[in-house]
């Protein structure tokens, strides 16, 4: 197993390798709703999630609030993301699918990317042997396809859990991205025990979930949206994530916000409006090897 602090080399912003996206883009940027299931009445075990610890279980009232996103929000996003053709990168709890079929159908319908997040979002995955892991994940990926005839490419723990064999497990199954690692502006390669697996931008800040938890509203996730793209934009060769809840973001009241950021971000010349899928791959195909060759050269004078 590769120790963690092994695990990414480190290269500072100002002296890495230029990225380039494709068409010339200044910028690459993808739509991640997080489409999740949490279990009526979760299991109270040490690899289980208590997602509200409110009442004692069930509790109707969170319980129906996340199912909100499923039966309506998820649909209202979608027909957003459709007028404007965006197509969604989503960040699935695999079980949505054995639940609402219709879910799976919408994805296989609008051609969006799917990276896993876990079977379900009450379910944490650190408690797992290195068997139980490889099993689980193999069940994702074997229930994605089996539903949509997608080929898993990447995965967002659930509730950002994981092991220290998790990105050594994932290469070795052919998956070539994680998002848990937000640690970045672009991709980052990861070191494996075998195969190349890298990190994909994703936004713990630019995330309605934690943001509406510390009581901010739409319009200030409006406001720093626009205000992390007009950064990136003029910097040039980033990634720019939205992760968006359908329970948040597919409100009556919220769904207007969101239009508003899509419609900023894409009145822009040269945005590549794109999913996580085709960052990976792009990166992979073009960036991948230079820029560890860069981080490796640093290493002699990093530890003199």
């Known amino acids: 197993m590769i120790p963690p602090r092994d695990r990414v080399l480190y290269s500072p912003h100002a ?3 230029e990225i380039s996206w494709p068409g010339d883009a200044r910028i690459a940027v993808w739509v991640a709703p ?7 009445t979760p299991p109270l075990t040490s690899e289980a999630r208590d997602p509200w610890p409110r009442t004692p279980h069930p509790d109707v009232q969170m319980y129906s ?3 909100y996103g499923n039966r309506v929000g998820l649909w209202r996003m979608a027909d957003l993301l459709d007028e404007l053709d965006i197509r969604a990168t989503v960040s699935l709890n695999m079980a949505v699918m054995d639940h609402f079929p219709e879910v799976a159908t919408l994805i296989r319908d609008l051609r969006w990317k799917v ?10 995955s650190y408690g797992l042997t290195e068997v139980e892991e490889r099993a689980w994940l193999i069940d ?3 229930s994605l396809h089996r539903h949509t005839g997608l080929t898993l490419r990447g995965m967002l723990g659930p509730a950002i859990s994981g092991t220290l064999r998790t990105p050594d497990l994932m290469a070795e199954l052919g998956l070539i991205y994680h998002t848990d690692w937000a640690h970045d502006d672009v991709p980052v390669p990861l070191a494996v025990q075998e195969g190349r697996l890298i990190s994909v931008p994703y936004s713990f800040d630019l995330n309605d979930a934690p943001l509406f938890g510390a ?5 200030y996730f409006v406001e720093i949206a626009k205000r992390q793209f007009d950064t990136l934009y003029r910097e040039g060769g980033k990634v720019m994530c939205l992760a968006l809840h359908p329970f948040l973001f597919g409100q009556p009241h919220t769904i207007g916000d969101l239009c508003e950021i899509l419609r900023y971000i894409t009145g822009h010349d040269d945005v590549w409006m794109t999913t996580a899928d085709d960052i990976a791959e792009h990166y992979l195909a073009h960036h991948y090897d230079t820029q560890l060759a860069h981080a490796s050269s640093l290493l002699p004078a990093r530890s003199a």
């Open 115 to 124: 990276m896993s997040h876990g079977i379900y979002n009450t379910r944490f």
């Open 65 to 67: 609030y996340k199912d």
């Open 215 to 219: 009581n901010h509203d739409s319009a």
């Open 34 to 40: 997080n489409i999740e299931h949490y279990e009526y």
């Open 140 to 142: 994702t990926i074997e």
């Open 15 to 17: 002296a890495r390798p």
